[in-house]
T-cell receptor, first 114, second 109 residues
Framework: GAGVSQSPSNKVTEKGKDVELRCDPISGHTALYWYRQSLGQGLEFLIYFQGNSAPDKSGLPSDRFSAERTGGSVSTLTIQRTQQEDSAVYLC????????????FGNGTRLTVT | SQQGEEDPQALSIQEGENATMNCSYKTSINNLQWYRQNSGRGLVHLILIRSNEREKHSGRLRVTLDTSKKSSSLLITASRAADTASYFCANFGNEKLTFGTGTRLTIIP
């Protein structure tokens, strides 16, 4: 079946512009994560959606970052007034449940802020 | 920080040798997972070890877990050039999955 799909795969934007990154999780997966990965670094947790529960937003680095998950499926990560330090690969992952299921990752969106 | 610490940060070995990488957390371990990443893009799940397990095998992979030390190790036996990648541990702590800092493994043919 289809895996996790992220779009766009690459995005170049000017400093100060807003960007929207999209994630289509695997159908039926209740958990959805967003992570950020800078070049050669580990994964930084951003936000976590689980079913109909309130999302865990504890990893969002500033109020310029926000995310939604509509209808328990597609998720959008929005970055307002982008800064150069926002340049990174943004990874989305989904899983069947909370604790013991493996995450299935998309191929990420590489964001470059010039 | 809830992020796991992995060591070594980088490891280069000859093809055919075994590779061992370690992971530790400051928070309690709850269902520890290991992932592999090629080319800085999406990660692929390798193996999950539950909190009540001490050792688990999958093909050439062997994972151990010590919950008292809040640590885990991943052993890849009989390494191949195709094993060259970054490897990350991940812990479901504080109600979400947080990843370690990663080990960059290079297999020399």
């Amino acid at each position: 079946g289809a895996g996790v799909s992220q779009s766009p795969s690459n995005k170049v934007t000017e400093k100060g512009k807003d960007v929207e990154l999209r994630c289509d999780p695997i159908s039926g997966h209740t958990a959805l994560y967003w992570y950020r990965q800078s070049l050669g670094q580990g994964l930084e947790f951003l936000i976590y959606f689980q079913g109909n529960s309130a999302p865990d937003k504890s990893g969002l680095p500033s109020d310029r970052f926000s995310a939604e998950r509509t209808g328990g499926s597609v998720s959008t990560l929005t970055i307002q007034r982008t800064q150069q330090e926002d340049s990174a690969v943004y990874l989305c992952a989904s899983s069947l449940d909370r604790v013991a299921s493996p995450l299935h990752f998309g191929n990420g969106t590489r964001l470059t802020v010039t | 920080s809830q992020q796991g610490e992995e060591d070594p940060q980088a490891l280069s070995i000859q093809e055919g040798e075994n590779a061992t990488m370690n992971c530790s957390y400051k928070t309690s371990i709850n269902n520890l997972q290991w992932y592999r990443q090629n080319s800085g893009r999406g990660l692929v799940h390798l193996i999950l070890i539950r909190s009540n397990e001490r050792e688990k095998h999958s093909g050439r992979l062997r994972v151990t877990l010590d919950t008292s030390k809040k640590s885990s190790s991943l052993l890849i036996t009989a390494s191949r050039a195709a094993d060259t990648a970054s490897y990350f541990c991940a812990n479901f702590g504080n109600e979400k999955l947080t990843f370690g800092t990663g080990t960059r493994l290079t297999i020399i043919p």
